[in-house]
């Protein structure tokens, strides 16, 4: 059933209202809530279904402006549930307001099932699932008059703002949820923009990112001008020295996109699923440890790290493998990264290449997805019911002995004895009380934040770091007694987890192997492990290096961003993805979501949250 969208009110301070607007003189269902307040695009109000489309008329004929628009709901539609609708902005042909700069020429600002309205947060997930960008946000928070009237909005580019419950609600609640401004004098055109010639608003970079996440075609070039790399940086020349000529590297890159967009296609992958594929098809030769800070700033650091994860994880299925171990070490690394995704970049990479190493990798690639596929981990995420089961089954219990018991529940999936949310509470009966010591383990290069995040958390009882342990013996810079002061370390942690303390372990932690001396005190004393992994571009590194009270030499520095091999999901607990500014910016190995993980970094206790005090 086709539903033609309501008509918004104006906020009784909207300059932009006319005689035949409608004006609120409610305001009952803002006051006192949650609302989100959103830029008002200047385009034409379209709805998509998973069987069509129409503007605001439920009978709109055709338009050229709307043809961008039709064939996006033919990628996105299918992929749409029965009875849900998306509300937009068809933003293709230029209205009043010009512009320059768009991430699409499609906004979602509203999904409907049927007579319910989504919440904002649910809203924004699936529709960046879908491949769809949503206005900016403009303000959140309890709603205050005060705030909203202090808005300053550029009349010249922008139409005005709409305010709306973060929360869900009905459609008949529509007119006391949802209010606009508009800029005064909003028609600044003599002649209707459907009768005249159809002009094109302009699409940044972005818009690159953001065709590729709705299922439409991906470039190359645009995709690393979107990321802000440069064209003949790393990624620009995948296959040379394997079979591939220089002069042929935009070809191969074409090549290995196209391949792997096909691939993510029939598996089902969409938004930032589908982005991280490309991307790391595109990127596959790159130093996995600066993708993720790279990469952080336009796509957001939980994309990022899954793309740099990737990068790093996607030569695993070229090897050989003991075929009587296959199905546990795929289980392991399905903690990793999503292998369907996975073995879609370990194919394509090979697209094009020639070689006598090739072939039998194609192979190996093949009899791995094989595998895959038979033991159920091809789906996005193929533990997630047993996840939201057991999430379930453990309410109410603490942030961490929730996710102690997840951690369980994973490994003993992992080795084949949990297949059922019965299994899994069983597998973790007796993390539950929350009576075992803690342990973050920082992880990053000098200059990466580690002293500063780990002064911030609070509710720690010991925190052990090198670089003081060596000022002590005499000077911080002195590294001739490094095994020693290690040692020295060691065997204080040991100490303290087995007094039931929570730790903080201030190292550089650089590597697999410096971590697992670590770990093996931690399991030992059946610690919850947690790995804060600090990520930060290069270049921020040698700035900070440059005026810190402690430098190390420069090239102490790059031979540890050499060196350095972030941790991947599910070698600790979990992880903690820690961004430029200081804050947690995305999360692996928890129970609940990442948003509710991030919402609750606040305090370390010790049957409590483990997190950092002052985070969003």
């Known amino acids: 059933m086709r539903v033609q969208y309501p008509r918004t009110p104006h906020l009784p301070w909207s300059p932009g209202a006319t005689a035949d607007d409608v004006r609120t003189g409610d305001l009952s269902g803002l006051r006192g809530a949650e609302v989100v307040v959103t830029e008002k695009l ?368 994973r490994e003993s999936h992992a080795q084949g004895r949990t297949s059922t949310v019965e299994e899994a509470v069983a597998a973790g009966w007796r993390w539950r009380d929350g009576a075992f010591p803690r342990l973050v383990q920082l992880t990053g290069p000098a200059g990466s934040g580690k002293s500063a995040f780990a002064a911030r958390l609070t509710g720690v009882d010991t925190r052990i770091s090198l670089d003081d342990l060596r000022t002590a013996r005499g000077s911080r810079a002195d590294q001739r007694a490094n095994g020693d002061v290690l040692r020295e370390g060691l065997d204080r942690l040991d100490t303290a987890l087995a007094a039931g303390r929570t730790v903080v372990w201030d190292a550089t932690s650089l590597n697999q192997h410096q971590r697992s001396l670590v770990h093996r005190i931690a399991h030992r004393r059946d610690a919850l492990i947690t790995h804060a992994v600090l990520l930060v571009d290069e270049d921020e590194l040698a700035r900070r290096n440059a005026v810190r009270e402690h430098p190390v030499p420069p090239e102490v520095l790059t031979g540890q961003l050499h060196r350095y091999s972030p941790p991947y999901p599910g070698e600790a607990h979990r992880t903690w993805y820690v961004g430029a500014g200081g804050a947690v910016e995305d999360t692996d190995g928890t129970l609940h979501t990442t948003d509710d993980a991030l919402h609750t970094h606040g305090t370390l206790r010790r049957n409590g949250a483990l997190h950092t005090a002052g985070e969003r």
């Not at 370990?346 to 020639?354: D, E, F, P, Y």
């Not at 047993?386 to 929730?402: C, I, K, N, S, V």
Request: glycine residues 12%; proline residues 8%; charged residues 25%.
């Open 42 to 409: 200047d385009g034409e109000n379209t709805t998509l279904y998973p069987d069509g489309l129409h503007a605001r008329s439920l009978d709109s004929a055709h338009h050229p402006s709307r043809t961008w628009v039709k064939a996006l709901q033919g990628r996105i539609g299918p992929r749409l549930a029965p009875g849900l609708r998306i509300c937009g902005e068809n933003m293709f042909a230029r209205h009043s307001i010009p512009y320059r700069a768009l991430e699409s020429w499609f906004y979602g600002f509203s999904v409907w099932d049927g007579p319910r309205c989504l919440g904002w947060d649910d809203t924004v997930r699936l529709l960046r699932g879908l491949g769809v960008p949503v206005p900016p946000v403009l303000w959140r928070g309890t709603y205050d008059e005060r705030a909203l009237r202090a808005l300053r909005l550029d009349p010249e580019r922008q139409e005005g703002y709409v305010v709306r419950t973060v929360e869900g609600f009905e459609r008949a609640e529509f007119g006391r949820r949802v209010a606009k401004w508009v800029r005064p004098r909003h028609v600044r055109t003599d002649t209707h923009w459907m009768h005249a010639a159809v002009v094109e608003n302009g699409l940044g970079p972005a818009a690159a990112l953001w065709a590729v996440r709705s299922g439409g075609t991906a470039d190359p070039a645009a995709l690393r001008a979107a990321l802000g790399l440069p064209a003949g940086g790393p990624g620009a020349e995948p296959g040379v020295g394997a079979g591939v000529e220089p002069g042929a590297a935009a070809d191969a890159a074409e090549a290995a996109v196209a391949d792997v967009c096909a691939r993510l296609d029939v598996l089902g992958r969409s938004g930032d699923a589908r982005l991280a594929g490309v991307l790391a098809t595109l990127l596959h030769d790159t130093h996995r440890a600066a993708l993720a800070p790279r990469l952080a700033g336009p796509l957001g650091m939980a994309a990022a790290r899954r793309v740099a994860d990737l990068v790093g994880l996607h030569p695993a299925p070229h090897r050989p493998y003991p075929d009587e171990e296959r199905r546990r070490g795929l289980a392991r690394l399905a903690l990793a990264a999503d292998l369907g995704t996975l073995h879609a970049v370990a194919a394509a990479v090979l697209a094009g290449r020639t070689g006598p190493e090739v072939e039998p990798a194609r192979e190996q690639v093949e009899w791995s997805a094989l595998h895959a596929e038979e033991a159920g981990l091809l789906a996005q995420a193929p533990l997630e019911p047993l996840r939201a089961g057991l999430r379930e089954a453990l309410a109410g219990l603490g942030p961490e002995a929730a996710d102690r018991c997840w951690a369980q529940a």
